[in-house]
């Protein structure tokens, strides 16, 4: 009678002891750490995605100088004397003069050459878009890491706090002759356990916080506050629709596309230059005590060594049309495998999650009170009653575990599905089961 009496107080203090915790004044409170501000954050100082928009600005500016004529040529000569501009009285062939040529390219280089400049942008975006995912992805790995170590250290915390105040009960207990003295060590082997566990804990949060850190380009002593949250919110595509969805909107699936016009531009160019190109020249000519002069002249470019020139350009550039295709379809295979791996990684975390928050936590929870009752009088030995008080707690670190990886599997897909794949947080009615926060109380 007197076990169950010393379990209630326990019990009873622990609540008193939350409700006072809640009923004080907070002296400064903290506001948590938000995902999509990090990411935020994230993507406005990352100096990869700055980069990334400097190399297409500056690709850009190719457009119209691939588009453009060469520019003209000027010339200015005389005959006769050494001395500028004179000529040679009462010789015929004594002229000054000057002349402006400008080289026409075969109709249709200057556009295809355009079209090359255009395909090197497109690549440059892509480029920037797969930056800007990458580190959207790199911080929700690290923030549900993060998450997940704040939510486990602070369970291991109570658990500590809890297993104290049992030692505490197994010590009397021992005192007046009703309990073991390995009760006792046992209750105290299990604390120093949790202060292991608590330290290792402790030390990993410390490098998940200093990965947060350098993805927002600050010091790694830079000190965070806790994660606001995550949720397990229901993916809204079947394996069959993400494998659609990457095969259009990844971003190293876009870059080969591009990379594959881009080849075809060049091939094309390639073959067009064969043919030849036209070169025209005006010449005014002043004579010695003769009429001035006007002249055109017209030159077309002879491709007279097309096999050792022209003809190995073009075979350089199908075989490089032809490597980019086949970088695409490994590119397509590579993410198909991923997103399977993803896809199962993601199914079997909220099977989990629903099986923790449906049957494991809450049979463990009358496993454990079944322990204290046959505890009181005497059936289960103390470290019978430990094991299941913290198989309670064990398993409410291990959900939050199936949470952070689910998120880390949503997120890398929706990092090759270039899109939201879960269900939307406002509809009520499509949220998952929550996993319930239990404890002994």
């Given at each position: 009678?007197?076990?169950?009496?010393?379990?209630?107080?326990?019990?009873?203090?622990?609540?008193?002891?939350?409700?006072?915790?809640?009923?004080?004044?907070?002296?400064?409170?903290?506001?948590?750490?938000?995902?999509?501000?990090?990411?935020?954050?994230?993507?406005?100082?990352?100096?990869?995605?700055?980069?990334?928009?400097?190399?297409?600005?500056?690709?850009?500016?190719?457009?119209?100088?691939?588009?453009?004529?060469?520019?003209?040529?000027?010339?200015?000569?005389?005959?006769?004397?050494?001395?500028?501009?004179?000529?040679?009285?009462?010789?015929?062939?004594?002229?000054?003069?000057?002349?402006?040529?400008?080289?026409?390219?075969?109709?249709?280089?200057?556009?295809?050459?355009?079209?090359?400049?255009?395909?090197?942008?497109?690549?440059?975006?892509?480029?920037?878009?797969?930056?800007?995912?990458?580190?959207?992805?790199?911080?929700?790995?690290?923030?549900?890491?993060?998450?997940?170590?704040?939510?486990?250290?602070?369970?291991?915390?109570?658990?500590?706090?809890?297993?104290?105040?049992?030692?505490?009960?197994?010590?009397?207990?021992?005192?007046?002759?009703?309990?073991?003295?390995?009760?006792?060590?046992?209750?105290?082997?299990?604390?120093?356990?949790?202060?292991?566990?608590?330290?290792?804990?402790?030390?990993?949060?410390?490098?998940?916080?200093?990965?947060?850190?350098?993805?927002?380009?600050?010091?790694?002593?830079?000190?965070?506050?806790?994660?606001?949250?995550?949720?397990?919110?229901?993916?809204?595509?079947?394996?069959?629709?993400?494998?659609?969805?990457?095969?259009?909107?990844?971003?190293?699936?876009?870059?080969?596309?591009?990379?594959?016009?881009?080849?075809?531009?060049?091939?094309?160019?390639?073959?067009?230059?064969?043919?030849?190109?036209?070169?025209?020249?005006?010449?005014?000519?002043?004579?010695?005590?003769?009429?001035?002069?006007?002249?055109?002249?017209?030159?077309?470019?002879?491709?007279?060594?097309?096999?050792q020139r022209q003809r190995e350009a073009v075979a350089e550039a199908a075989e490089t049309l032809h490597s980019t295709e086949r970088m695409?379809?490994?590119?397509?295979?590579?993410?198909?495998?991923?997103?399977?791996?993803?896809?199962?990684?993601?199914?079997?975390?909220?099977?989990?999650?629903?099986?923790?928050?449906?049957?494991?936590?809450?049979?463990?929870?009358?496993?454990?009170?079944?322990?204290?009752?046959?505890?009181?009088?005497?059936?289960?030995?103390?470290?019978?009653?430990?094991?299941?008080?913290?198989?309670?707690?064990?398993?409410?670190?291990?959900?939050?575990?199936?949470?952070?990886?689910?998120?880390?599997?949503?997120?890398?897909?929706?990092?090759?599905?270039?899109?939201?794949?879960?269900?939307?947080?406002?509809?009520?009615?499509?949220?998952?089961?929550?996993?319930?926060?239990?404890?002994?109380?």
């Open positions: 009678m007197k076990k169950i009496w010393i379990f209630l107080v326990l019990m009873a203090s622990v609540s008193l002891a939350a409700t006072g915790q809640d009923a004080a004044p907070a002296a400064v409170r903290v506001a948590p750490l938000r995902r999509d501000d990090v990411i935020r954050m994230a993507l406005e100082r990352s100096p990869e995605v700055q980069a990334s928009e400097a190399t297409i600005r500056a690709t850009e500016h190719r457009l119209s100088p691939a588009k453009t004529l060469p520019d003209p040529t000027l010339s200015v000569g005389w005959a006769g004397k050494l001395a500028p501009f004179a000529t040679m009285p009462g010789d015929a062939s004594s002229y000054r003069g000057v002349s402006v040529s400008e080289q026409f390219p075969f109709p249709g280089k200057l556009r295809l050459q355009g079209e090359l400049a255009a395909r090197d942008v497109d690549v440059a975006h892509a480029d920037c878009e797969a930056a800007r995912r990458k580190i959207a992805t790199d911080v929700t790995v690290a923030y549900a890491e993060y998450f997940y170590l704040d939510k486990a250290i602070e369970t291991t915390r109570q658990n500590k706090e809890l297993l104290e105040k049992l030692a505490a009960i197994a010590e009397a207990e021992y005192r007046v002759g009703k309990a073991m003295q390995q009760d006792v060590l046992r209750a105290q082997v299990e604390i120093s356990m949790l202060l292991e566990k608590l330290a290792l804990l402790e030390a990993q949060r410390a490098e998940a916080m200093a990965t947060l850190n350098e993805l927002l380009q600050q010091s790694p002593e830079t000190e965070l506050p806790q994660a606001d949250g995550l949720e397990a919110r229901p993916l809204r595509y079947s394996l069959d629709q993400l494998y659609a969805l990457a095969g259009e909107r990844d971003s190293g699936v876009l870059r080969q596309q591009a990379a594959i016009e881009r080849s075809k531009a060049s091939l094309a160019l390639a073959e067009r230059q064969s043919r030849p190109d036209i070169g025209v020249s005006y010449m005014f000519e002043q004579r010695t005590n003769q009429a001035a002069m006007n002249g055109v002249t017209v030159n077309v470019s002879l491709p007279v060594f097309w096999k695409q379809a490994s590119q397509q295979n590579s993410v198909r495998a991923e997103l399977r791996r993803q896809f199962l990684a993601a199914e079997t975390a909220q099977r989990l999650l629903t099986l923790y928050a449906k049957g494991i936590v809450p049979q463990s929870s009358l496993a454990l009170e079944s322990a204290m009752s046959e505890y009181r009088v005497g059936k289960v030995d103390f470290t019978s009653l430990m094991a299941s008080f913290t198989s309670v707690l064990n398993y409410e670190t291990d959900s939050y575990r199936q949470l952070a990886d689910y998120n880390i599997a949503v997120a890398r897909m929706e990092n090759l599905t270039g899109e939201a794949i879960t269900t939307d947080p406002t509809a009520a009615d499509q949220e998952p089961p929550a996993v319930e926060e239990r404890g002994v109380r």
